[in-house]
């Protein structure tokens, strides 16, 4: 290679500058490659022992190469060092532990430290670049970006990003979704991570946070922070919740969402390929919330069973079971998500077997054999029972007299806890008593004034029929006094008939 002239001078910062605009990289940057570059081949030139360092000036292009040399007092190696009478003849104010500079001619690069030089710069240049996108996207992360893909790979998908390449992996992509090279992708950047090849740009179209981006894009209540997005659960591919509010109270945070006809979630809904969408209103009651939660199912009630560990019982209809707990428990394993809290799903049914049978247990099977110390038994013997398991009275029935012996128990104590359980059972015992004599049934305050009444009633009836007697047989009197006789026996015999019917009717009235 020719030695720098002023041509190539100029050209030499031509190439950096087009290699800066190219990679988007500082034109300082590759500068100091190149300038590592004439740095290694000067070694390689003069010895690779030597200090040598490269300097081009960012003007003019020139390239100038210098040896550095420490001041010290013995030389024991003459590649790096320099006595102290030496360094004073080329600097009189040289002194030990100074460094001086000594400058060497321009060398002619040949084909291998062409090569060598070529090599380090590229290097130089991917590491600058590999730097620069990671400063780039790193604080990109959350964000929506668009490419194209590049390739595929073993189920992974390269995206081009135009400055940078990232990557979907298989795990994050949607279930049975595919792309083919040059497909147009939209995901969410989820980590950038240094790594020693570069920095890798990770992508994800199955985080619950790229949900949540899609409906900022899409709703600009959203953008505009007028709704609130507060909690996202989803099982990508299948069905996602999202708990929205509002801060305002004319708008509705749901219908903001769903957009006029659906046209806003229908959007995201045909970009994540059909995925179902529950958007829910965000309550701080965790119970209400609960209930939104849980839609479409209606819920009967809902417990909260401990604050502190977050956990909750909602009881639903027997026909809401199903439609509550979702396909294969999804429903509800998305709301528990939303909320962050635990949730026991009941029937009513299960409820009502389930309060059954905790009143059941809390129902005692037997007396405590403690009751005995009231009936004679020692406080020593009962140690023994309770020791050999023996925790109630009717527990005693089946001990063996091995049990017994085991225990300790004698004997003389077995006589004493027998005649402490017949004291015991003997107070439930009751005697029976002699039938008593049959006494007429006394008559009630209330059925005696009844009964009189009906008697007095009766009378008063039988008053008035022999009232209309008198008084008819009087008015046929007075009749008669100026009438033929045929005429009054006539009357006499009708008034009779009809007397003797009225008091027959009167008296069947009566009874």
């Not at 300097?55 to 190696?77: F, P």
């Not at 509002?246 to 006029?260: E, F, I, P, Q």
């Not at 509550?324 to 049914?349: F, P, T, Y």
Request: hydrophobic share 40%; proline share 4%.
């Amino acid at each position: 290679m020719e030695p720098v002239t002023s041509y190539n001078r100029i050209e030499l910062l031509q190439v950096a500058d087009a290699v800066a605009r190219e990679k988007v990289i500082d034109r300082d940057v590759v500068l100091m490659a190149m300038e590592d570059a004439i740095q290694k081949a000067a070694r390689s030139r003069y010895g690779m022992e030597n200090d040598i360092h490269a300097e081009i000036d960012r003007k003019s292009g020139e390239i100038r190469l210098a040896r550095y040399l420490q001041v010290v007092d013995k030389v024991e190696n003459d590649a790096v060092e320099i006595g102290l009478i030496e360094a004073q003849r080329r600097n009189p104010d040289a002194q030990i532990g100074d460094t001086i500079s000594e400058s060497l001619p321009p060398i002619d690069f040949g084909r291998i430290a062409a090569q060598t030089a070529k090599q380090v710069i590229v290097q130089k240049v991917r590491e600058a670049e590999r730097e620069r996108q990671y400063e780039e996207y790193k604080d990109r992360i959350g964000e929506i970006v668009n490419g194209l893909v590049k390739r595929v790979e073993y189920g992974n998908v390269t995206i081009d990003l135009g400055r940078a390449e990232a990557i979907i992996r298989r795990d994050e992509l949607l279930p049975r979704e595919t792309f083919r090279q040059g497909d147009r992708v939209r995901a969410y950047i989820y980590d950038v991570r240094r790594e020693p090849r570069g920095p890798q740009i990770f992508l994800s179209r199955s985080h619950p946070q790229f949900m949540a981006k899609l409906f900022a894009q899409e709703v600009p209540e959203i953008y505009d922070g007028t709704v609130l997005i507060k909690g996202c659960a989803r099982e990508a591919g299948e069905r996602t919740k999202i708990a929205v509010i509002s801060r305002d109270r004319d708008v509705d945070s749901v219908g903001a969402c769903v957009g006029m006809k659906g046209m806003r979630v229908q959007s995201i809904i045909r970009e994540l390929r059909g995925e179902k969408i529950d958007i829910i209103e965000f309550s701080e009651d965790p119970v209400v919330f609960a209930t939104h939660a849980l839609s479409p199912a209606k819920i009967t009630r809902v417990t909260v069973l401990s604050g502190l560990d977050k956990h909750m019982e909602v009881i639903v209809d027997d026909s809401q079971l199903s439609l509550a707990i979702g396909k294969k428990g999804q429903n509800v394993r998305l709301a528990s998500k939303l909320l962050g809290w635990r949730i026991d799903i009941k029937s009513e049914e299960e409820k009502r077997q389930e309060v059954e049978s905790a009143m059941a247990a809390l129902t005692i099977p037997g007396a405590p054999v403690s009751v005995l110390m009231d009936h004679g038994l020692s406080e020593p013997v009962l140690e023994k029972l309770l020791s050999a398991g023996i925790p109630t009275v009717e527990k005693l029935t089946a001990v063996t007299q091995e049990d017994l012996d085991n225990a300790g128990i004698t004997m003389e104590m077995v006589e004493g806890i027998q005649a402490a359980v017949n004291s015991y059972y003997g107070q439930f015992e009751t005697q029976t008593a002699e039938p008593a004599a049959y006494e007429e049934e006394p008559v009630s305050a209330e059925v005696a004034e009844a009964e009189v009444g009906q008697e007095a009633e009766t009378a008063e009836q039988t008053e008035v029929v022999e009232q209309l007697k008198v008084a008819e047989q009087t008015e046929i009197a007075d009749e008669a006094a100026g009438a033929d006789p045929g005429e009054v026996v006539e009357a006499v015999a009708t008034a009779a008939t009809t007397n003797e019917t009225k008091e027959s009717g009167t008296i069947e009235s009566a009874d």
